[in-house]
């Protein structure tokens, strides 16, 4: 069973940036997607991006296309996300995601460990 954990989470300014890690335990983190969702107090959460396990493909939801990054280091163990001209409206807790398909989920049920989370919040 794969441990998840978020890091890089804080307080910005709209219009800065910050890159969130996901460090996954274990020996087969190669073997899972990776994805990042957020939600926001009162809302769903809401998926982000996608990443395949040798990290070849990608796939992000419309409303960040163009401003964050996904992008994994099978070597560390680690998934990350660039998060760029951030918005008031991106404060949400993110969450990291694994699962074991070959697939680019954008469904949260179709993943199978999750990470505790790590705020964001942007200030106007």
């Known amino acids: 069973q794969a441990q998840l954990v978020e890091s890089g989470g804080g307080l910005v300014q709209a219009g800065g940036s910050l890159r969130l890690s996901c460090a996954v335990s274990?020996?087969?983190?190669?073997?899972?997607?990776m994805g990042w969702f957020r939600q926001a107090p009162g809302k769903e959460r809401e998926f982000l991006a996608t990443?395949?396990?040798?990290?070849?493909?990608?796939d992000y939801a419309e409303s960040v296309k163009g401003r964050f990054t996904i992008s994994r280091d099978n070597a560390k163990n680690t998934v990350y996300l660039q998060l760029n001209s951030l918005k008031p409206e991106d404060t949400a807790v993110y969450y990291c995601?694994?699962?074991?398909?070959?697939?680019?989920?954008?469904?949260?049920?179709?993943?199978?460990?999750w990470g505790q989370g790590t705020q964001v919040t942007v200030s106007s």
């Open positions: 995601a694994a699962a074991r398909t070959i697939a680019l989920p954008r469904l949260a049920s179709v993943y199978d460990y």
């Open positions: 274990g020996r087969l983190f190669s073997m899972y997607t």
């Open positions: 990443i395949s396990r040798r990290g070849e493909l990608t």
